[in-house]
Structure formats: structure tokens, C-alpha cells
């Protein structure tokens, strides 16, 4: 991305704090720290079926979280662009101020979106198709342990 950008890595922290803020960021990395904790208990916990299935329902639901925190953040976007629209007189003196406040607030808007919404379903992917394929490896290996048992009798 710095090649693409022609960016320093400096510039490209400073905007990407800018436009998402700290408190998404943080926000974010939390509900992505809980997605991995929760998809390393169901790998640990691939042979007890049931509680694998409450760390899958939980991943799923972390995961859902990020969405819903990008879905947030987006409204939030957009109502302070609103605010800032009608909080200041608009003339030919100060249409320029204003709707770099408003695009500022929108940026923040729709990049939260850009990023929340694919990194939940990315996140919903990592769960659901990890838990699939622990139940698939669980009937394989009940399936080989009854297939060896009747060959014994």
C-alpha cells in the first residue's frame, strides 16, 4: 500500500487515524482479538462437540459485532456531517469550511463501513467454515472408528 500511495509509513498511520479515529480502531481490534480467541478454543476444543459449538456460536457473534460496530460508526459519520451542516450559516464566505467538515465527517462514514463490513464477514467466514469443517472431521473419524469395529466381529 506505501508503494501505491507513494506514502511514508508516518503519513499512512497519520491518515488512517484520521479517518477511522482511535476509538474504532481500538474498538475494532477488540472485537477481532475476541473472533481469533474464540476460533483457537473451538480448534482446541475440536473433540467435544458441544462446547466447540458454544466458541463457534460465541466467534459468531463477535464477528457480528464488527459489523455492527462499522454500521455505528457510519451513522456517527453521518450525523456529525449533518450537525456540522446545520450548526454553520451557509454563504459564498463559508460554503468552502463547510463542506470540508461535512466530507471529513463522511469520510469517516463510509471508511468504517468499507473496512467493518468485509472484515465481519471475512471474521463470519473464519468461524463458520472452521466449525464446518470440524464436524466434518468429527463424522469422518466416527465413521472409520464404527467402519474398523465391524470389521474386528
Known amino acids: 500500500m506505501i508503494l501505491t500511495t507513494g506514502s511514508t509509513l508516518d503519513g499512512l498511520t497519520e491518515w488512517v487515524l484520521r479517518v477511522f479515529g482511535i476509538s474504532f480502531l481500538v474498538l475494532l481490534s477488540v472485537v477481532i482479538f475476541i473472533v481469533f480467541f474464540c476460533w483457537v478454543r473451538m480448534l482446541e476444543t475440536s473433540h467435544l462437540?458441544?462446547?466447540?459449538?458454544?466458541?463457534?456460536?460465541?466467534?459468531?457473534?463477535?464477528?457480528?459485532?464488527?459489523?455492527?460496530?462499522?454500521?455505528?460508526?457510519?451513522?456517527?459519520?453521518?450525523?456529525?456531517?449533518?450537525?456540522?451542516?446545520?450548526?454553520?450559516?451557509?454563504?459564498?464566505?463559508?460554503?468552502?469550511?463547510?463542506?470540508?467538515?461535512?466530507?471529513?465527517?463522511?469520510?469517516?462514514?463510509?471508511?468504517?463501513?468499507?473496512?467493518?463490513?468485509?472484515?465481519?464477514?471475512?471474521?463470519?467466514?473464519?468461524?463458520?467454515?472452521?466449525?464446518v469443517k470440524l464436524q466434518a472431521d468429527s463424522i469422518s473419524r466416527n465413521h472409520r472408528l464404527v467402519y474398523s469395529k465391524g470389521e474386528q466381529t
Open 49 to 131: 462437540p458441544a462446547e466447540r459449538l458454544v466458541w463457534a456460536e460465541g466467534g459468531l457473534h463477535a464477528a457480528n459485532g464488527a459489523a455492527t460496530l462499522a454500521l455505528t460508526y457510519t451513522l456517527l459519520g453521518i450525523s456529525l456531517g449533518v450537525r456540522t451542516l446545520a450548526d454553520q450559516e451557509l454563504n459564498t464566505d463559508t460554503v468552502q469550511k463547510v463542506i470540508g467538515g461535512l466530507t471529513e465527517h463522511f469520510s469517516i462514514a463510509f471508511m468504517t463501513t468499507v473496512l467493518g463490513l468485509p472484515t465481519a464477514a471475512g471474521l463470519r467466514a473464519l468461524i463458520s467454515i472452521t466449525d
